[in-house]
């Protein structure tokens, strides 16, 4: 039985907050930089897969936080 304590909750928002700034200030820029470069411009298929790896980074995220919250504890 998963026993729902205040420090794990804490810990957990936590990390989900720092995955969110993470994904907001670091990962979206370079991608957005990546996506804006005159190379990548002339490629279409490249250009579709840089517009597509944010989406699968924000479904990471969902997903490590459903596994948070209702994951079972190996206790």
């Known amino acids: 039985m998963v026993s729902f304590t205040t420090d794990k ?9 720092v995955a969110v700034i993470i994904f907001a200030m670091v990962a979206v820029p370079i991608i957005a930089t ?3 470069s005159e190379y990548i411009q002339e490629d279409s298929q490249l ?3 840089l ?12 997903l490590a936080c459903i596994y948070m919250f209702l994951g079972k504890d190996k206790e």
Do not use: E, R
Not at 9 to 17: E, K, L, P, Q
């Open 51 to 62: 517009n597509v790896v944010p989406i699968f980074i924000v479904i990471g995220i969902l």
């Open 47 to 49: 250009q579709m897969i």
């Open 34 to 36: 990546a996506a804006a």
């Open 9 to 17: 909750f804490v810990s957990n928002v936590v990390a989900i907050t």
